[in-house]
């Protein structure tokens, strides 16, 4: 392709559901199957440039493992224009049990990155005995937890990063924080805190966690 010829681009915004043994994989392994998934369905991802070129393929907000999603956003560019609903079937031919497209739209690419652009979540945390972890939600005080990173260990109280909570039923609470790269209140930490205010032990390691949204702004 000449120099002066740019390559016509087309961006999509897709979201992506995961359900049962595969919430077990790795963020970085989570990557690699939507990329082999993409080669699969023949879509005509556009490549970077330079030494290590990659598929023009950009998650909002990594995924821990064991959590679920249900409308997860990732971005493709595509050297071709194809319609959003054959992009989800595609795609959905290939994928592997327990990973599927939910929804495909237009996307208009801006200097924003996609994950400079995520501003919360939503989570659903499913188990008996949840319902307990609604009293340190509502009284408002601080919620202490210790948070690491490469300056070191600091206490932070994510009582701010609350946005809303409601439980829905004696199994399930839903709970909205502030997400992304500058201020991220991942599930682990909220569930620690909530439970270190309740008089009595709770393992919230035996819920599931769903994270039912990503917002952008």
Same mark, same amino acid.
């Given at each position: 392709?000449?120099?002066?010829?740019?390559?016509?681009?087309?961006?999509?915004?897709?979201?992506?559901?995961?359900?049962?043994g595969i919430t077990w994989i790795a963020h970085l392994d989570l990557m690699r199957t939507f990329?082999?998934?993409?080669?699969?369905?023949?879509?005509?991802?556009?490549?970077?440039?330079?030494?290590?070129?990659?598929?023009?393929?950009?998650?909002? /907000? %990594? $995924? @821990?493992?064991? &959590?679920?999603?249900?409308? *997860?956003?990732?971005?493709?560019?595509? +050297?071709?224009?194809?319609?959003?609903?054959?992009?989800?079937?595609?795609?959905?031919?290939? /994928? %592997? $049990? @327990?990973?599927? &497209?939910?929804?495909?739209? *237009?996307?208009?690419?801006?200097?924003? +990155?996609?994950?400079?652009?995520?501003?919360?979540?939503?989570?659903?945390?499913?188990?008996?005995?949840?319902?307990?972890?609604?009293?340190?939600?509502?009284?408002?005080?601080?919620?202490?937890?210790?948070?690491?990173?490469?300056?070191?260990?600091?206490?932070?109280?994510?009582?701010?990063?609350?946005?809303?909570?409601?439980?829905?039923?004696?199994?399930?609470?839903?709970?909205?924080?502030?997400?992304?790269?500058?201020?991220?209140?991942?599930?682990?930490?909220?569930?620690?805190?909530?439970?270190?205010?309740?008089?009595?032990?709770?393992?919230?390691?035996?819920?599931?966690?769903?994270?039912?949204?990503?917002?952008?702004?």
């Amino acid at each position: 392709m000449p120099a002066d010829r740019e390559e016509k681009k087309y961006a999509y915004l897709l979201y992506y559901e995961r359900r049962g043994g595969i919430t077990w994989i790795a963020h970085l392994d989570l990557m690699r199957t939507f990329e082999r998934a993409v080669h699969r369905a023949r879509l005509p991802v556009v490549w970077s440039q330079g030494f290590n070129p990659r598929p023009a393929i950009e998650f909002a /907000l %990594p $995924v @821990g493992v064991g &959590i679920e999603t249900r409308k *997860d956003p990732f971005s493709l560019v595509l +050297s071709e224009a194809i319609a959003s609903n054959e992009i989800g079937t595609r795609l959905n031919e290939v /994928l %592997p $049990v @327990g990973l599927r &497209i939910v929804e495909v739209e *237009d996307y208009e690419q801006t200097k924003k +990155s996609l994950m400079a652009r995520v501003e919360a979540a939503t989570y659903e945390f499913v188990g008996d005995g949840v319902q307990k972890l609604l009293e340190p939600l509502s009284t408002g005080g601080p919620l202490v937890v210790e948070k690491h990173s490469k300056k070191g260990r600091r206490d932070i109280d994510i009582r701010p990063g609350i946005r809303s909570f409601e439980l829905a039923d004696a199994t399930r609470l839903i709970v909205s924080v502030n997400a992304g790269s500058r201020d991220n209140i991942r599930p682990d930490l909220l569930l620690t805190a909530l439970s270190s205010e309740l008089s009595e032990p709770f393992e919230w390691q035996a819920l599931t966690v769903i994270r039912r949204a990503v917002v952008l702004n």
